[in-house]
């Protein structure tokens, strides 16, 4: 059984740059999320996908949007970076009821200068 | 609004010492509750997963208690080791297809 991989592991953009993030889902999982976490703070939730559509958004600008594909993996793609966007990008994968609890992946560590 | 709250958000303790880790949320109609570790500029780890209807679970030197009615969970960790130095966080889920909902986390330092 994979776990969830995400895609680059560090990437370091510029201001009004736009980025991609990617994430395979571990396996038997159909739903992904996406959080963000600054330095010190607890992840916060972006956006999840089930079945190829957005099922649920947080509080984030329309910049930030998201892809999932029929294998179940997914992207995080921002626009018009902002220094505010540096942060720790974790994405999640479950089962659509989330009885079973989240698996997270590793994260992307990005940097906007 | 949900809000999850963990005290303290730091704590250092000696080698061998047993420590408990608070964690509070306003509402208490959560579907399950679930402790992760983070190790610094990592991702996170599950620990222990409870639902609604558990009062605890365990694994290894973990305990984690659930408490609905006054909205805290604990997570106990027995006999701790300088491998156990983390950042433990508490998340909920309020619905079965829902977002979860973190804490800000406790910092855990053991002392060698």
């Known amino acids: 059984e994979t776990g969830v991989t995400q895609s680059p592991t560090h990437l370091i953009k510029t201001r009004g740059q736009q980025v991609t993030l990617r994430c395979s889902s571990q396996s038997g999982h159909n739903t992904v999320s996406w959080y963000q976490q600054a330095l010190g703070q607890g992840p916060q939730f972006i956006f999840q996908y089930y079945r190829e559509e957005e099922n649920g958004r947080g509080n984030f600008p329309p910049r930030f949007s998201g892809l999932q594909f029929p294998n179940y993996s997914s992207e995080l793609n921002v626009n018009a970076l902002e220094l505010d966007d540096s942060a720790l990008y974790l994405c999640a994968s479950s089962d659509y009821t989330g009885y079973y609890g989240y698996t997270f992946g590793s994260g992307t560590r990005l940097t906007v200068v | 609004k949900q809000e999850v709250t963990q005290i303290p958000a730091a704590l250092s303790v000696p080698e061998g010492e047993n420590l408990v880790l608070n964690c509070s949320f306003t509402?208490?109609?959560?579907?399950?509750l679930q402790w992760f570790r983070q190790d610094p500029g990592k991702g996170l780890t599950s620990l222990l997963l409870i639902q609604s209807s558990q009062r605890e679970q365990t694994s290894g030197r973990l305990n984690a208690s659930l408490d609905k009615s006054s909205g805290r969970s604990t997570l106990y960790i027995a006999a701790s080791q300088p491998g156990d130095s983390a950042t433990y966080l508490c998340a909920v889920s309020m619905n079965r297809d829902d977002k979860i909902i973190f804490g800000k986390g406790t910092r855990l330092h053991i002392l060698p």
């Open positions: 509402d208490s109609a959560i579907y399950n």
